[in-house]
């Protein structure tokens, strides 16, 4: 790993990310615990005993999605991730669109679980006798994540790795109790039979399940600093969406059996909030349960520090682009990271949070689920476009692809996250708990910032053409990131102007192409 001379300006810390650590950023995003105890109750308590099974399709259509996305990760280079994908595939308009998209998704799922953060350790606190208001523990909350982002990335996903190991143990604890004990009436899987999943409940079951594995696709993110990111990225995007949508409908699978089948419905409609600490208690201990309240805030921070990790690095694409302020291309000297970008978005979700908490606003109610709904919404936005850019650049460009990777897997995606974005919108009373009024603007806010993308790229052409020609094009130097094996013209696109990438010696492919 090569040090920046006097002469040029530092860079991110390339050659760190191993498949490991970048699958800790994913996962941890997803929060896994927080999503189990918090919101897996209620697709219990809409979807009944099959709610399993609505994890286990969500993670089938992600995995279907992955395909094509991890495929077209072998021939873009470039650090703009969903951006640069969408760019390749449908053009800059629509990429420059999707690149606000991108910041609106990213900080509305990061902004907003600082209301988590702080009405969770509240609870807790209140719970164990010391009650404390929220709007101090968020605050705090931003600065501790600030300082995580700001340190380098394998602080970072040392930090996550431990968080991670955490919260995912007291779920398995959780489930090898319920198993060894045999449940309250004894295992069973009569809930995975097709007349308790094809339900009236289901489609709720699926937008809650979806909405699970927001933050998954982030693992191209990290291109520039993984090593040999042709394998790591495709392996780390495959491990998040398997064992997500392994664990979260084994983990939701056991808490049923630990009810018992007829009554875990009735269970949750009367305390889905203590449904998972109910059942630990009952086949672990109460020790179990105060740990738990403790571990639940831990992946709160894992998933803050997951997204705000990501945001920065889109920032500095983006400015690096010439779309965002060249300031926030600045990288620390020393930790290797975009500081300040991070502190930028620091301040940022400090004014949200501030201004929720000045208007009265409930921290979980209003701040996590108002500003997490759009954010979530513009991410599966995102994963559409990437799934119809997929076919439509392999159809421009020479490679080595076979059909099914480059055509029929992300035909299958879209259709699938077409009907899950559907699914999602029509059910989002469920997320927010919201007015109409109030669901038509949250749901209305991502399409809108693609329209304000659509008008900035025009801007942009007219006013600025040297930064629109130049945006989301590869990178001139292979070496800065590897070479292609699978692609014989790596930065060939139509898409692509010839000016904005130079031509450069072509690396011979390797013999592999197992990832």
Sequence with gaps: MSSPTSDEPPGLRTGTLTTADISFFVVSAAAPLTVMAGVAPVAILLGGIGAPVGYLLAGLTLAVFAVGFTTMSRHVRSAGAFYAYITRGLGKPVGIAAALVAMLGYNGMEIGVYGLLGSATSDTAAALGHPVPWLPVSLAGLLLIWYGGYRSIDFGAKVLGVLLVAETGILVLLAGAVLIDGGAHGLSIGGLAPAHVLTGGTAAVLAFAFAAFTGFESTVIYRREARNPERTIPRATYIAVAFLGLFYAFVVWTVIQAFGEDKVVQAAAEDPGGLFFAAITTYVGAWA???????????????????????????????????????LGRIHPRHRSPYVAGAAQTALGALVVLAFALAGAD???????????????????????????????????????????????????????????????????????????????????????????????????????ETYARFAAEPTDPSVEGTDPACPHPTSSSS???????????TPPSPSMAD
């Design 496 to 506: 692509t102007p010839a000016s904005a990438t130079p031509s450069s010696p072509v």
């Design 363 to 465: 921290p979980y109610q209003q701040l996590l689920l108002w500003v997490n709904t759009p954010g979530m919404i513009g991410l599966m936005l995102l994963q559409l476009l990437a799934a119809l850019a997929v076919p439509c650049f392999f159809r421009k460009t020479d490679h080595r692809e076979g059909a099914l990777r480059t055509v029929v897997a992300p035909a299958a995606a879209f259709v699938l996250l077409a009907g899950a974005i559907g699914l999602v919108t029509a059910h989002v009373d469920l997320f927010t708990g919201a007015s109409t009024t109030v669901n038509t603007v949250l749901v209305s806010l991502a399409p809108a910032v693609f329209l304000l993308g659509l008008l900035l790229a025009h801007r942009l052409r007219r006013t600025r053409p």
């Design 289 to 327: 349960a105060d740990l738990m309240h403790l571990l639940i805030i831990t992946s709160v921070l894992a998933s803050l520090l997951a997204f705000h990790n990501a945001i920065n690095r889109y920032a500095l694409s983006l400015s690096e682009e010439g779309v965002l302020p060249k300031a």
